[in-house]
């Protein structure tokens, strides 16, 4: 079935550094979503990519989608406490049986440093 | 006040024993899936179902039952199947299946003693 691996597992920074996290996904996507869910909290719904190559930025976070649908990457720039959590992608499978289940990645556990 | 709500928040089971987890969303979604989350791994898809009186099988679902005989309630049954029920439940629904974003529930947190 669909695998969508994400690095790095941890990720621990110092308030101000960057931070980059990375999703590959086994099969070719329809759309990428990220999620970020606060200790202690529930996902919550970041951004959607859909085309290929496509680039999306809010504030500090930058996302990207590969040009072949199999990837993509959040990058934090002067990350901030307010930024620690864990960042999941999830995968939406382009066709087949599975459409309408989304597959997530095991998610980057941020940490930030005053 | 929109959202979803899932009760209750904390839940202790003694092993061998069902337990249900409730799951309501007032938002009109026609999609509502379940979660389950462990220490380490992501969200792993048990249910879900995209329309009322109709749900699939994820992933994880051996053990676990379900049903959605309204629009707004997808209740989970963790039945005395499951080998390693402890865990965090997460409810979630979105406007329809497919390529839309997904709003998550609070969570409930089983234990199983």
């Known amino acids: 079935g669909q695998q969508v691996m994400q690095i790095p597992q941890y990720q621990h920074v110092q308030e101000g550094e960057d931070f980059t996290t990375y999703c590959n996904s086994s099969?070719?996507?329809?759309?990428i979503q990220w999620y970020k869910q606060r200790p202690g909290g529930h996902p919550v719904f970041l951004i959607q990519?859909?085309?290929?190559?496509e680039v999306k930025k809010q504030k500090r976070l930058t996302f990207q989608f590969g040009e072949a649908k199999k990837n993509s990457s959040l990058h934090i720039t002067a990350t901030q406490t307010t930024d620690v959590g864990t960042y999941f992608c999830?995968?939406?499978?382009?066709?087949?049986?599975?459409?309408?289940?989304?597959?997530f990645g095991q998610g980057t556990i941020l940490t930030v440093h005053p | 006040d929109g959202g979803i709500t899932q009760s209750p928040k904390y839940l202790f089971r003694k092993e061998g024993q069902n337990v249900t987890l409730s799951c309501e969303q007032n938002?009109?979604?026609?999609?509502m899936y379940w979660y389950r989350q462990d220490p380490g791994q992501g969200l792993r898809l048990i249910y879900y179902?995209?329309?009322?009186?109709?749900?699939q099988k994820g992933d994880i679902a051996e053990g676990y039952s379900v049903s959605r005989e309204k629009k707004e309630s997808f209740p989970l049954t963790v039945t005395s199947a499951q080998k390693n029920p402890t865990a965090f439940y997460l409810c979630?629904?979105?406007?329809?299946?497919?390529?839309?974003?997904?709003?998550f529930g609070p969570g409930t947190r089983l234990t199983v003693l």
């Open positions: 099969t070719t996507l329809s759309n």
């Open positions: 938002l009109n979604h026609d999609a």
């Open positions: 979630a629904s979105s406007i329809s299946s497919g390529m839309r974003e997904q709003f």
């Open positions: 999830a995968g939406n499978n382009a066709g087949g049986t599975s459409y309408g289940k989304l597959t």
């Open positions: 179902s995209q329309i009322v009186n109709d749900f």
């Open positions: 990519l859909v085309k290929s190559g």
